[in-house]
């Protein structure tokens, strides 16, 4: 079956453009998890959805980050005004309902911003 | 805080060779643990996990227990193989925190033949 997919694999942009970066769950799975991951680090959460709304956005590092997800399946993340230390690859995971359910990430979106 | 810390790598490795790679947690409340593996070019994919105190995860020959009084949760394999190469990363999960993932920041094994 289909697992999380993630679009683009890759994005090269330069600073100060705008990107939309998309994420595709596994059908069915209601939560949905945006990570970032920089080089040689761990993954750091982002935002979690459950359904339609952002139940947690803790992790968003500033305003110029937002995240969208109107229909309670595709997410789409949301990079205004780009900064090189943006530059990263941005993780989605989904699981069925949340709450120590396991979750299953999807291959990543390497941003690159110049 | 709630944080993981890992053993630094690369760890290299003889096929065949005793597998440890430690972990240590901060959290507060009562934490799920977790190994996830990150095969080159791949997504990460969970290895095991224990959601509580005691608890012993095991998956493809590899192992970890919660322990609670050390606040650990060391992975462990007995025979590496080549194939075993990858980034072991360690993570807890609190449930009443909305269910994210905190992860250490990676550990790089490398099995030689």
């Known amino acids: 079956g289909a697992g999380v997919s993630q679009t683009p694999s890759n994005k090269v942009t330069e600073k100060g453009k705008y990107v939309e970066l998309r994420c595709d769950p596994i059908s069915g799975h209601t939560a949905l998890y945006w990570y970032r991951q920089s080089l040689g680090q761990g993954p750091e959460f982002l935002i979690y959805f459950q359904g339609t709304g952002a139940a947690d956005d803790s992790g968003l590092p500033n305003d110029r980050f937002f995240a969208v997800r109107p229909e309670g399946s595709v997410s789409t993340l949301k990079i205004q005004r780009t900064e090189r230390g943006d530059s990263a690859v941005y993780l989605c995971?989904?699981?069925?309902?949340?709450?120590?359910?396991?979750?299953?990430f999807g291959p990543g979106t390497r941003l690159t911003v110049l | 805080g709630n944080s993981v810390t890992q053993m630094e790598g690369p760890v290299t490795l003889s096929e065949e060779a005793f597998l440890t790679i430690n972990c240590t947690y901060t959290a507060t409340g009562y934490p799920s643990l977790f190994w996830y593996v990150q095969y080159p070019g791949e997504g990460l994919q969970l290895l095991l996990k224990?959601?509580?105190?005691?608890d012993k995860g095991s998956n493809k020959g590899f192992e970890a227990t919660y322990r609670k009084e050390t606040t650990s949760f060391h992975l462990e394999k007995g025979s590496v193989q080549v194939s075993d190469s990858a980034v072991y990363f360690c993570?807890?999960?609190?449930?009443?925190?909305?269910?994210?993932?905190?992860f250490g920041t990676g550990t790089r094994l490398q099995v030689f033949p």
């Open positions: 224990a959601t509580k105190a005691d």
């Open positions: 993570a807890l999960l609190l449930s009443y925190n909305t269910d994210k993932l905190i």
């Open positions: 995971a989904s699981s069925l309902m949340g709450t120590d359910n396991e979750q299953f």
